[in-house]
């Protein structure tokens, strides 16, 4: 199994900047060799895609929500994915999740393999 781990969460003010981090463990292979990305969800509010990456990183999808604001990476060589965040505002309050083996279906993005996920807040 794979075990994926976000880190980077916390209070922000409007207009600021965060990182967020997914470590892979376990059977790493699983996260390396498959497309990933990030997904949030807010109080009382459906779980929402927010940006994924190819296994290489060659390629990067983003929600219309965060274009130009958030940039998604990852380091294979580390089992590592980051979500930089920039120009934040509180309709960007949500637990985030890191996700693996990520696919767009329908119209929808989804993913097989999940993180814990950890809370991002915005405000002043």
């Known amino acids: 199994q794979v075990q994926l781990v976000e880190s980077g969460g916390g209070l922000v003010q409007p207009g600021g900047s965060l990182t967020l981090s997914c470590e892979a463990s376990?059977?790493?292979?699983?996260?390396?060799?498959?497309?990933a990305g990030w997904f949030r969800q807010a109080p009382g509010k459906e779980r929402e895609f927010v940006a994924a990456?190819?296994?290489?990183?060659?390629?990067?999808w983003y929600a219309d929500s965060v274009k130009g604001r958030f940039t998604i990476s990852r380091d294979n060589a580390k089992a590592t994915m980051w979500l930089q965040m920039h120009n934040v505002n509180p309709d960007d309050t949500a637990v985030y999740y890191c996700a693996s083996d990520t696919n767009k279906i329908g119209g929808n993005w989804m993913a097989n393999y999940w993180g814990q996920g950890t809370q991002v807040t915005v405000s002043s």
């Open positions: 990456t190819s296994w290489d990183g060659g390629r990067t």
């Open positions: 376990g059977r790493t292979d699983t996260f390396n060799n498959y497309a």
